[in-house]
């Protein structure tokens, strides 16, 4: 009998929590032949990412997952063999309550956001009774380290990304019309939160040493590099042109796509998690724009990953690194010298990137973790 599955998704950050929850869904289903039911609160964000996603529809089966608009009041469903609920969202009380009457009560997981800090390992696995029924949630903590449930990753990702050859780059290239690499051009994908310190970025990279091509997707901070450049607007597929700094925008990619992206460049800026995660995998150098949180709370988490990405980084090296991540991330001036120490010595960056891959790929990725967790309490 095929296991069934409810992932509940809230959108807090627009894309990062809709595309860790597509992604697990997807992976859930192709490789494990599980029926998933999505329910997600907004699905015009999943549909940017999904394009298949009809934003009217209620209940729709998009790539073998039933993705279902989570509504309120929330009607009674029956409930699924295994509940994830994503980043501490609450579950309907109607569904909860359907869930403790059930003569095998569900398996029940917060799966909670991605941290590099170190007490995660030591609350990845933990449980909490409800205060009230007889049911039990179980915290999974995603992490870069042995001791956390791991990072989502298809069983043949790292494999379609090693065939993933020049030929195929092209490929990629010429279905967004975009130009074939010239003489010692070093090429950068965008992706970032609207308070990005882009104008300072800008300037650095139209003084750059060498020629920069950057592409980055429709939207708001494609809006403004394209006035930073003179447009009125920005327009998919032509090109902005000042100094060193070439910028063409692109569309917004479905998620595979988006993949190939980090592939085809030398050095990608991502946000949030769900990109910070596919920019390990892509093995690349990337630069991480974490999501602000209240309070700032995101600081120790990004203090956290900086430090254990870094360990094995010469110290100056390192130092240029964590302080352009903290400029990018509104705490300090972005610097010429620690921007140029990234051009400089992209080769080295590279190798540490391979190494780290490395270390990653010991781990038993995030999906398969899940599954094997459940499979021993259903």
């Known amino acids: 009998m095929r296991r069934r599955w409810d992932i509940f998704c809230t959108v807090v950050d627009n894309l990062g929590d809709i595309g860790v929850s597509w992604r697990l869904a997807r992976q859930l289903v192709f490789e494990y032949q599980l029926e998933v039911r999505l329910w997600v609160d907004d699905m015009a964000s999943l549909a940017r990412i999904a394009p298949e996603v009809i934003p009217g529809v209620l209940k729709q089966l998009v790539q073998g997952v039933e993705v279902c608009l989570w509504q309120q009041p929330f009607e009674y469903i029956a409930p699924a063999d295994v509940v994830i609920e994503t980043f501490a969202c609450d579950l309907p009380e109607v569904y909860v309550a359907a869930m403790a009457k059930q003569v095998h009560q569900p398996v029940w997981i917060n799966l909670e956001y991605l941290s590099a800090e170190d007490w995660v390992p030591e609350y990845h696995g933990l449980s909490s009774p409800h205060p009230r029924l007889s049911l039990v949630k179980t915290f999974f903590f995603p992490g870069f380290v042995q001791g956390t449930s791991g990072l989502l990753r298809e069983k043949h990702l790292l494999v379609l990304r090693n065939e993933f050859d020049v030929s195929a780059a092209q490929e990629f290239c010429h279905r967004y019309n975009i130009p074939e690499r010239q003489p010692d051009e070093f090429r950068i994908s965008l992706f970032c939160y ?54 063409q925008v692109i569309p917004f990619l479905e998620q595979t796509e988006y993949d190939r992206l980090l592939w085809v460049c030398d050095l990608n800026f991502v946000r949030g998690e769900d990109s910070l995660v596919r920019a390990q995998w892509a093995n690349r150098p990337f630069i991480w724009h974490i999501y602000p949180q209240q309070e700032v709370a995101h600081w120790p988490k990004l203090a956290a990953f900086l430090k254990l990405f870094t360990a094995d980084m010469p110290a100056k090296r390192a130092a240029e690194f964590c302080a352009l991540c903290y400029a990018w991330n509104g705490k300090g001036d972005l610097d010429t010298a620690a921007w140029s120490s990234m051009m400089n010595n992209s080769g080295a960056f590279q190798q540490h990137q391979n190494t780290w891959v490395k270390q990653l790929q010991c781990q038993t990725d995030l999906a398969s973790n899940l599954v094997r967790f459940t499979r021993n309490r259903i």
């Open 194 to 247: 609207d308070s990005a310190p882009l104008e300072n970025l800008v300037k650095l990279w139209i003084n750059a040493a060498k020629p920069i091509f950057l592409l980055v997707p429709q939207g708001t901070v494609a809006d403004k590099l394209s006035v930073l450049l003179g447009a009125q607007q920005s327009e998919i597929g032509k090109v902005l042109k000042s100094g060193q700094l070439s910028v």
